[in-house]
C-alpha cells in the first residue's frame, strides 16, 4: 500500500508551533499548516511589546536546536530580538502560516478533525496539534470603578505603540516579572510611578542589560562546533536549576540565599526592605530576574504602594487606607488567565467530549501531550509543561518529535486513530502529583503555577526523565484504530 501523507493543522504560531512545523518538516511532513490568531508570529514575543521587555533566559538557550543563532546582541536578549529571530525562522523554513485565522472551533468527526475560524474559513486535517501556549490570555483584575478611570488604562500584553508614558504620573498594578520589567523602564522618565504591589516578588540581580560582546558572537558563528558545544553546555546547565526547584537541598539553599542577599545589598533601609520583603520562600512563584528594579523603586519619583486597591475612581487610584492617589496612565501587569491553553475554543473530541467536560477538574494530559477522548489530537507545550527548569525550545521539539512518531505509523497505515487511554493518562497524572511534593512550588505561595483546583501546573521532573518519557510512543498506552 503507498504511503498517505497526513493533513496537519497546527494551532499557534509561537515558540511551540513554530518548533512543532520545523520539526515536522525536517522529518519529510509537508501538509502542514499553521493557524495563527494574531496578525504577526511570535506568540508571546508578538503580543508582548511593552517598555523594558526582555526574556530573562540567556539568549544562546532561548533558541531552537535546528536554528542556532550565535551573535545575540545581548546575553539577556530584548523582545524584539526574540521576535525578529522567529520571524527569521518562520522565512528560512518557509513555514505555511495563516494569520489573522482564529480557530474557534476544533470537532473529531470520527476518522479527523474538522476546524473553523472565526473568519469562517474551514479545514479538514487528520491530525490537529494545538501549539497555543498558556500565556496569551490577558487577566483584568475586576477592580471597582477601573471603567469610570478617565486616563489611560493599559495591559501588557496589549501594549500600543502610541502610548506616551515620558512626564506622566503612571501607576503600575502587578509585580510579576513583567511587573518588575515595566517599572524598571517607566520610572526613569515618568513625572511619577507608583507601583502597586499586592504581593512582594524575590527579585534577583542579574545582568540583565549585559552586551554579548560582538568578537564572541563571531567566533561562535565561525565555528559551529563551539556554538553547538555552548547550547549544549548550557542546556546541561539548566539541570542544575531543575534539581534545585524540584528536590529541597543546600543547592536550593544556596540560591535562596541568594535571592535574600540581592534584597539586602540593593535596599539598605530597613522599612523599605520590610515593605519589599516576600513572605514565603525565593523561587515559590516563578523567580523574577532585574539589574534595575531595586533602583528604580527607590528613586524620588518613585513610590511602593503595598495597601490593598479598594477603587479605582475617574482621576486615580484608592487605597484601603483612605489615600487617592492622582494618575494619568494605569499599567496592568497583572498577567494572564493561566491554564485555558487552547480555550475558549470549542474543542470536541470524541463522542462531541468538549474539552471544557474533559478538563472540569483541570487541565491534563499524558506526557503534556496527548488527552483521552482526543484521538489524533496533541499539545506541545500543554499541561505540565515547563516553566522555569528546563528550556521551552527543548521541550517543543522533543514533543513534536515524539508525535513525529505517531505521523510516520499513520503515513505506514499501521493505525487510522490514535487516543490515549484513561489509565495512562491517571497513572502518569499520579506520577506528577507524588513528584510535585518536593518541589519549591510547593512551598505555600500562591502563583500563576496554581490552576483553579489547587494543583501545580509543572514539569516536576528532570530533563533526562522527559526526554525518556517522550523517546518513543508506548503502545498499550494508547488506543490504536
Ligand atoms: P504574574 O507573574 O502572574 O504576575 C501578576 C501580578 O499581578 C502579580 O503580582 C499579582 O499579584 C498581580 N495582580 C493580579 N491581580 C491583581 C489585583 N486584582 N490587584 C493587584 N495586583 C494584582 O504575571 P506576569 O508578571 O505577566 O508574568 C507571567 C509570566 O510571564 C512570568 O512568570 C514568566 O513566566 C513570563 N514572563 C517572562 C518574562 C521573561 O523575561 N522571560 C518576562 C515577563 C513575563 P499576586 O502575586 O498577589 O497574585
Not at 181 to 198: C, F, G, K, M, P
Amino acid at each position: 500500500m503507498s504511503k498517505r501523507e497526513p493533513r496537519v493543522v497546527i494551532i499557534g504560531a509561537g515558540v511551540a508551533g513554530i518548533a512543532t512545523a520545523v520539526t515536522l518538516q525536517k522529518a519529510g511532513f509537508s501538509d502542514v499548516t499553521i493557524l495563527e490568531k494574531g496578525s504577526d508570529v511570535g506568540g508571546v514575543w508578538h503580543w508582548n511589546r511593552y517598555p523594558g521587555l526582555t526574556c530573562d533566559v540567556p539568549s544562546q538557550l532561548y533558541q531552537f536546536s535546528f536554528a542556532p543563532k550565535p551573535d545575540w546582541s545581548h546575553v539577556f536578549a530584548s523582545g524584539a530580538e526574540i521576535q525578529r529571530y522567529l520571524h527569521g525562522v518562520v522565512d528560512k523554513f518557509r513555514l505555511d502560516v495563516r494569520l489573522n485565522a482564529e480557530v474557534t472551533a476544533a470537532e473529531f468527526t470520527g476518522s479527523g478533525w474538522h476546524v473553523t475560524t472565526a473568519a469562517g474559513g474551514e479545514l479538514d486535517a487528520d491530525f490537529v496539534i494545538a501549539a497555543t501556549g498558556v500565556l496569551h490570555h490577558p487577566f483584568i483584575p475586576d477592580i471597582p470603578g477601573l471603567d469610570t478611570f478617565e486616563g489611560e488604562v493599559v495591559h501588557t500584553a496589549r501594549w500600543r505603540d502610541d502610548i506616551t508614558t515620558a512626564g506622566r504620573r503612571i501607576a503600575v498594578l502587578g509585580s510579576g516579572s513583567t511587573g518588575v520589567q515595566v517599572v524598571s523602564a517607566l520610572q526613569r522618565d515618568a513625572a511619577h510611578l507608583t507601583h502597586y504591589v499586592r504581593t512582594p516578588q524575590w527579585v534577583m540581580w542579574a545582568p540583565m542589560g549585559l552586551p554579548q560582546p560582538a568578537l564572541a558572537g563571531a567566533i561562535l558563528k565561525r565555528v559551529p562546533l563551539a556554538n553547538r558545544a555552548l547550547y549544549e553546555a548550557l542546556l546541561q546547565g539548566s539541570g542544575i536549576l531543575a534539581d534545585i526547584v524540584t528536590r529541597p537541598s543546600w543547592r536550593r539553599r544556596v540560591v535562596q540565599e541568594y535571592a535574600r542577599l540581592s534584597l539586602r545589598a540593593q535596599v539598605p533601609d530597613g522599612v523599605a526592605r520590610r515593605r519589599l520583603t516576600p513572605d514565603y520562600q525565593p523561587l515559590c512563584k516563578r523567580q523574577v530576574l532585574s539589574g534595575s528594579y531595586y533602583r528604580a523603586i527607590r528613586a524620588r519619583n518613585a513610590e511602593l504602594v503595598g495597601e490593598r486597591i479598594e477603587q479605582i475612581t475617574p482621576r486615580g487610584i484608592r487605597t484601603a487606607d483612605g489615600q487617592e492617589r492622582e494618575v494619568d496612565l494605569i499599567v496592568l501587569a497583572t498577567g494572564f488567565q493561566t491554564h485555558n491553553y487552547m480555550r475558549p475554543m470549542n474543542l470536541r473530541g470524541r463522542d462531541g467530549l468538549s474539552i471544557d467536560d474533559a478538563w472540569a477538574k483541570g487541565p491534563r494530559a499524558y506526557r503534556m501531550t496527548a488527552i483521552p477522548g482526543f484521538p489524533n489530537f496533541f499539545t506541545v507545550l500543554g499541561p505540565n509543561s515547563p516553566t522555569g527548569s528546563i528550556s521551552l525550545q527543548y521541550s517543543a521539539e522533543l514533543t513534536a518529535r515524539y508525535i513525529v512518531a505517531w505521523l510516520k505509523r499513520f503515513r505506514d497505515h499501521e493505525f487510522d486513530t490514535v487516543e490515549v487511554t484513561e489509565d495512562a493518562t491517571a497513572r502518569f497524572n499520579d506520577d506528577v502529583a507524588a513528584a510535585l511534593g518536593p518541589t519549591v512550588w510547593n512551598t505555600g505561595c500562591n502563583s500563576w503555577y496554581l490552576t483553579d483546583e489547587g494543583n501545580i501546573d509543572l514539569w516536576p521532573f528532570d530533563r533526562r526523565t522527559m526526554t525518556k518519557l517522550l523517546a518513543k510512543p508506548e503502545l498499550t498506552d494508547f488506543y490504536l484504530k
